[in-house]
């Protein structure tokens, strides 16, 4: 069973940074891509930043303010976010993307979220 879990959510101020974290499953014989995406209220879910084959991806929303590591021994991707702004505010989803022949659990998979909030 492939587990996607999001964590470092919180409550901060315009200005402030935060930390989310995405721990995956580490299953035998499958690569792995990852992503980050956000949902505003009243809004569409987005792509924020992701790393695959072909490397890191920002939106232009994130570019300049948002960097993502990765500790792939334990298929963790980080996503640190500084100079955050109310507009940040949204439920930021993890997606992980498990590819390989010889993967017994590809496919793509969600977390459940972390809730950021700014406020000004």
């Known amino acids: 069973q492939v587990q996607v879990v999001e964590s470092g959510g919180g409550s901060v101020q315009a200005g402030g940074s935060l930390r989310l974290s995405c721990a995956g499953s580490?299953?035998?014989?499958?690569?792995?891509?990852m992503y980050w995406y956000r949902q505003g209220p009243g809004k569409e879910r987005e792509f924020v930043a992701g790393i695959d084959n072909r490397g890191t991806n920002y939106a232009d929303s994130a570019k300049g303010r948002f960097t993502l590591s990765q500790d792939k021994a334990k298929n963790t991707l980080y996503l640190q976010m500084n100079s955050l702004k109310p507009e940040d505010t949204a439920m930021y989803y993890c997606k992980a993307e498990y590819i390989g022949r010889w993967c017994a659990h590809g496919g793509m998979y969600w977390g459940r979220g972390t809730q950021v909030t700014v406020f000004s």
């Open positions: 580490v299953v035998t014989n499958c690569s792995h891509e």
